[in-house]
T-cell receptor, first 119, second 109 residues
Framework: GAVVSQHPSWVICKSGTSVKIECRSL??????MFWYRQFPKQSLMLMAT?????????EQGVEKDKFLINHASLTLSTLTVTSAHPEDSSFYIC???????????????FGSGTRLTVV | RKEVEQDPGPFNVPEGATVAFNCTYS??????FFWYRQDCRKEPKLLMS???SGNEDGRFTAQLNRASQYISLLIRDSKLSDSATYLC??????????FGAGTILRVKS
């Protein structure tokens, strides 16, 4: 149980274009999903918390107008990188937790990640 | 100061060795703790949760010391397949996870 699907796995786009990444919880309803970014040899950094039916909560230093998050249903959150630039190239990962499973025992499940390369 | 600190390694060990990783966290209000494993260019996968009473899962033993804000992971009888980056993670209020930068383990035959 607790499977999170993320798509696409990788994408190459031109500078200035926008890229949408989808994150789906397949066998549970996730009222909250999390979006992380990981640069090479660095830790995962939380970008924002995606809340179903309301605005996302962004971490300090993350531009909300650049990284648009939409959580329109209990099983889907999307992250759109707008006007992408080479410095946005990174590994983007979403995560969610089945609220029916104890956090202490099961932690969070991660999507498989999206490797974005902006050229 | 990083919120969760780990020795980046790499730890290069032979098969069958016992290896220990340590981690410290700065937020005393952290509520839950985990070790995740991340393979190259892949997503993190939960290895085990960490409790003050300690917990063991096969060759893996995790321990939490809240007074020292210190977490450990012990791997016994290392296998080649254990080679990965091990992420120490603290869960904070609001279900926020804070990750360490990871410790690289390389097990060699």
């Amino acid at each position: 149980g607790a499977v999170v699907s993320q798509h696409p796995s990788w994408v190459i786009c031109k500078s200035g274009t926008s890229v949408k990444i989808e994150c789906r919880s397949l066998d549970f309803q996730a009222t909250t999903m999390f979006w992380y970014r990981q640069f090479p040899k660095q830790s995962l950094m939380l970008m924002a918390t995606s809340n179903e039916g309301s605005k996302a909560t962004y971490e300090q230093g993350v531009e909300k107008d650049k990284f648009l998050i939409n959580h329109a249903s209990l099983t889907l959150s999307t992250l759109t990188v707008t006007s992408a630039h080479p410095e946005d190239s990174s590994f983007y990962i979403c995560s969610a937790r089945d609220p029916l499973r104890e956090l202490g025992d099961y932690g969070y499940t991660f999507g498989s990640g999206t490797r974005l390369t902006v050229v | 100061r990083k919120e969760v600190e780990q020795d980046p390694g790499p730890f290069n060990v032979p098969e069958g060795a016992t290896v220990a990783f340590n981690c410290t966290y700065s937020n005393s209000a952290s509520q839950s703790f985990f070790w995740y494993r991340q393979d190259c260019r892949k997503e993190p996968k939960l290895l085990m949760s960490v409790y003050s009473s300690g917990n063991e899962d096969g060759r893996f033993t995790a321990q939490l010391n809240r007074a020292s804000q210190y977490i450990s992971l012990l791997i016994r009888d290392s296998k080649l397949s254990d080679s990965a980056t091990y992420l120490c993670v603290a869960g904070e209020y609001g279900n926020k996870l804070v990750f360490g930068a990871g410790t690289i383990l390389r097990v060699k035959s």
